[in-house]
């Protein structure tokens, strides 16, 4: 979807044009508007603009003026200057100054949208050749380290990725890692000093942490890097092969094991050594024991972070290795009720399908665990419950006004099949009752917007509705297309030229009067639509009447 800005020092003519060019049919995701080449400026610095269409003769900063600083500073940007001077010199700088198009004012609708789509299209061949391998391949590189952060933190979180589209993600981003590696995980914490700086130092001293340690692992172990949400840097290592070893066999041997181990604690050790010295700040690390990669990643995860929350706490600059970063054995929590994505953000997005899909996971889950005890239910019975009172609170309501939730306490919920039945239960009213409130909430939009526009006929845009509801322009007209079947403009068009009708068969008003009376600054314009709206021109209107 594109987005296109309407420059004009008269408003009627933009503020006209936003309202009657169907945007949304060509393709136009948002319609701005400006009254002032500086005005416009600030627009193109917020906004990714697609399409400038621009008048030429404005006060401060002409609309050539304007392209010259839009083809510096924007250079993708198609430029289409709409005005009324006619004269060859004007033209010959449009072309001077690579404009795109020049059409005078006034402007037929279907003159302007040809023109339009033929600006679409080179856009969209523009678009086809970025696109080509050799972008694609720069775009990936480019952005290959937030992908790999993004992916190990999601192995982290336990997310549940098939062997093959694992494999075939790291082969994509460039993970020097294999499923099946033997794999540790170096945890570092930055203590009182970092956590002092203002943010962009903060990010700054981050990079250079991560840099330093990146040097001093990488010579002997293959590293995969990430920040996680305790803002922990990570690091997952698995051993290079080692050249006086000779065969796969030997290289996992005890020994091996214990000499990575060794290694690796030796490295956390110069890495504290090394942020101290070069920095001026303190950090703990924990490294964990190994795990074969990704089976055990996450539990390589919790460990690291338990050891840092219980035998670190408060205290700095302290480093305990693999052996001591262990998960206390017993019970645990289940998985599915916490990896990404919750039920929480499934909930804030309305994705009521995957909704259900996670609740089939959690059963799964409670019906498939050894350890399996009753407090598992609870724990996942007590989440569930977490979230449905969230999700009502946050619409406004009362768990209690939407569920009969005094006869959904009192069931008995002991197995995963009475949990699940219990939870689709309460889904099933929370799905009818929302649904049910946007209907309405939908309708009572659609009577704000009407009365919106009665009362403000004489001067109203798509964004001035917008503005009065409190939703996007693009939104606003998505919702009242699905509810009405007709576009807004549509709407206010109607209703501009039933009034009209109404005027001129019953006021002595002169036609120039109405169009102003109507929000239309250029009589002729409002004939023009008078016109294609009644098949008659307002006088010929008039006149059948009196006859």
Known sequence: MLQILLVDDEPYVVDDLSVTIPWQELGFEQVHIAYSGMEALEILQRHPIDILVTDINMPQMSGMELIDVVRDRWKHVKCLLLTGYAEFEYAKQAIERQASAYLLKPVADEFMIDTLKQLQQQIRLEWEALSSQQRTTQTLREHL??????????????????????????DKFGVPFSIGDRTSLLAIRLEAFFQQQDLNSLLLFEYAIVNIASELLQEHFRIWSCKDTHDY?????????????????QDDTEEAAKADAALLERIAYQLQKNVNALLGGGISVVTTDWGVFPNRTRQLYLSAVTTIRQRIGPETGVYLSGGESVIPAGISSLQSLYEPPTLFHLFETNSWDAIKDKLASIAEELKGREDLSPEHVQEARHYLESVFYYIAHRGNRLLGEIVDLPQLAIRTVHTADQLREWASAVLSQLKNEFDAERLDQRKQLITQVHDFVDQNLHYVSLHAIADHVGLHPVYLSKIYKSETGKRISDYILNLKMEKATYLLSHSPLKIYEISAQLGYSNAHYFIKLFKEFNGLTPQEYRDSRKS
Do not use: Y
Request: charged share 30%; no cysteine.
């Open 145 to 170: 380290p937030l992908l790999r952060d993004k992916l190990l933190n999601e192995l982290l979180l336990g997310s549940r990725l098939s062997r093959s589209a694992l494999a075939d993600k790291m």
């Open 233 to 249: 840097l990570l690091f997952l290592v698995a051993a290079k092969p080692r050249a006086d070893i000779g065969n796969v066999e």
